[in-house]
């Protein structure tokens, strides 16, 4: 159950990227007062963490309803948390779960940003929707191990809400390097549990 739990952690803590959001949001909030700024922070991982919670929670009934088996949704999830991991260790952007700058301009001019585009894409994303169902489809249907799935989400969306709300002081502290580092040590986690999976997933089909 533990080691179920570190996986959990250390992919979610990949996918969802709470060190490099810590550095987008005062980005995304200039002149916003710091209790809006909190109030932003609490609803955005709030509402990310609905999503991602309900992908948990009924990802293998979509999968079953879809006719997609076990070993096919761990080759293709790996490939995508692979290719994930890959721009992070090399330091780009993953297109498919972080805005663009036309979507992060528009959000620059809400009032409200904490739906678009922090709960979705850059908290939950396709990443993170998708590391989501591979993870709890690898527990099997045990109920503890499916617990210590949530555990895991939940510890990364906690230390997600505290930069949140210590972005500013997580800027000034890590400064751009220690930023990359931290974004490039991830990625090369992320890269090695992906293989992993994809090699579980051959591994289970193979006679």
Known sequence: MFKTAAVAFATFFATIGPVDLAAILPALTPGISSSRRRSIAFRAVFIAGMILLGFTLFGNRLLEYLGISL???????GILLLLFGITMVFGQQAGSSR?????????????DIAVFPLATPLIAGPASMGAAVLLTAETGGDLLLQVAVIAG???VLGITLLLFLASAQVQKLLGVTG?????RTAGVLLTALAVQFILDGFLSVLP
């Not at 070993?71 to 999830?77: D, K, L």
């Not at 805005?99 to 009032?111: G, L, N, R, V, Y």
């Open 71 to 77: 070993p096919a949704m761990r080759i293709a999830g």
């Open 99 to 111: 805005s663009t700058s036309e979507e992060t301009s528009e959000a620059i001019q809400k009032p």
């Open 153 to 155: 989400l939940i510890a």
């Open 179 to 183: 930023q990359h580092v931290v974004s």
